[in-house]
């Protein structure tokens, strides 16, 4: 499959030169017509400056992160961004970049790297759940985020139920019918001594936004995990044996090398799916052939079949040393659709889907943990951005091109209406437009996706449109 994708592709260098924060509201120029029906605010977050108070980073993980929020209301759209006001952001707006240590980006000297866990760039996710807004890293806690102003209120640590040495992962899951946030995060605990058991913990977090902890999956090692999925009974995770390998790890930890480069791929060691009972009991765990992945699209039951979507990569490099040529331009890009189906008896099949190079994977939310018939995806076909729709029933694949000098980022799928068939809604999208070096946002009609943009609101700047990011039917407030 991934012999016919090439491995790189060339992305304007411009869309990451350092963006400003535009810290009151501003309504944006637009084209065409913003449906009166859509209404709501967008949230995004992805790395906005990657040079400040003598860091520069090395790796596009290491860029600050920088939410933004499109309020939609009565066919107009307003914008504010904001960086995410984390212990880096303020070590080098007080000229100390230069003793950051980042996830892929030393400091300078060894005494600012020994025994210093990388900073947190709060970079990689905007999620919201029980009215609040949360900036999330793998490598960090999540950041509360005021919901109006994007103002920084501080860590969350869910009235202290966070425990202080586990991570909270950046790629949480709603179930769209009880209304409970389910994430994991990496114990660091056993690490240091103490007596809690290595692994994933997992967490629930109910509709009011109290935490709780699920349980724990058991690791031997640490691995790199990044997503995983919800079904209605079940977490599902899928440890591809992405290993941090023990002697670069006691290197980085000791200041020499990276704390991202220590990571490895190990195939040799086959990968798990850990099933983790919603409603308690024992895990089930299923040994299979490994593949490497970051990104889940969806998950559900089939019959007693668990069916999880995945965007297999070609190699690891893709998050190594991939993407650390962000400077020039150059972006890893083989990766494409797998769909792997676990059945009772624990046998694993696995699909590849014949797409051109393809990331962030997403469908109506609505249908998380349900069977969804339609994927979203950004898709490069010969080096352009197009927004790509999967149908899963008839193998359909149909897409929304952009000029050329235009790259898109993660599609969010809005309903037209709570009841309103899947599919029948809207497609946000960020793109960056090189030709003229800004930011906009592109709202498609998700089921004439070929079509023109409906609208198209237009920044008089740039960031770069970032990782991920959430759509609420809440509006919100300005406060300038
Ligand atoms: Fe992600």
């Not at 066919?75 to 080098?92: C, I, L, M, N």
């Amino acid at each position: 499959m991934a012999a016919t994708i090439p491995n790189t592709r060339q992305y304007n260098a411009r869309a990451f030169e350092d963006a400003r924060e535009v810290p009151r509201e501003v309504e944006l120029a637009l084209i065409g017509v913003v449906p009166q029906e859509l209404q709501g605010t967008l949230y995004r977050i992805g790395p906005g400056r990657f040079n400040s108070g003598g860091f520069a980073a090395d790796h596009i993980f290491d860029g600050d992160g920088l939410v933004s929020k499109f309020v939609i209301e009565s066919g107009t759209v307003r914008f504010q961004s904001r960086y995410v006001r984390t212990p880096k952001f303020h070590a080098q707006e007080a000229g100390r970049g230069g003793q950051v240590r980042g996830l892929y980006t030393q400091a300078r000297g060894l005494r600012h790297n020994a025994g210093q866990f990388p900073a947190d760039s709060a970079n990689t996710h905007a999620v919201v759940h029980a009215e609040r807004l949360l900036a999330l890293s793998d490598i960090g806690r999540p950041w509360d985020i005021d919901l109006d102003d994007l103002t920084t209120k501080g860590v969350c640590d869910f009235d202290g139920r966070l425990p202080r040495l586990t991570r909270f992962s950046a790629h949480p899951k709603i179930d769209p019918v009880t209304g409970e946030l389910f994430n994991f995060g990496l114990d660091l605990a056993p690490r240091l001594g103490m007596h809690i058991p290595a692994g994933l913990r997992c967490y629930r977090v109910d509709p009011s936004g109290r935490l709780t902890t699920m349980g724990v999956v058991p690791l031997e090692d640490v691995i790199v995990q990044h997503d995983f999925a919800i079904t209605e009974r079940y977490l599902v995770f899928a440890l591809s044996p992405i290993f941090v390998d023990p002697i670069k790890g006691a290197l980085a930890l000791a200041g020499f090398g990276t704390t991202g480069d220590a990571a490895d791929y190990r195939p040799e060691k086959g990968m798990k799916i850990v099933l983790v009972p919603r409603d308690g009991g024992r895990q089930r765990v299923i040994e299979c052939d490994p593949l490497v992945y970051f990104h889940v699209g969806n998950a559900y039951e089939d019959n007693g079949d668990i069916v999880l979507d995945v965007v297999q990569h070609e190699s690891f490099e893709f998050l190594s040393t991939g993407l650390k040529t962000f400077r020039d331009g150059v972006l890893p890009n083989a990766a494409w659709p797998t769909r792997l189906r676990i059945t009772p008896r624990g046998r694993v099949l696995r699909e590849e889907i014949e797409m051109a190079a393809c990331e962030f994977p997403t469908h109506d939310e609505r249908r998380t943990g349900r069977e969804h018939r339609f994927t979203y995806f950004t898709e490069y076909v010969d080096g352009s951005s197009v927004i790509a729709k999967l149908d899963h029933v008839t193998g359909e694949h149909r897409q929304h091109a952009f000029e050329s000098s235009t790259t898109a980022g993660e599609p969010i799928f809005v309903p037209r209406s709570d009841n309103a068939a899947e599919d029948d809604g809207w497609i946000l999208v960020l793109t960056y437009n090189a030709a003229e070096h800004r930011t906009e946002l592109h709202i498609l009609d998700a089921a004439k996706i070929e079509d023109d943009a409906v609208a198209i609101a237009r920044l008089n700047g740039h960031f770069f449109p970032g990782f991920h990011g959430s759509f609420t039917p809440r509006v919100a407030v300005s406060k300038a």
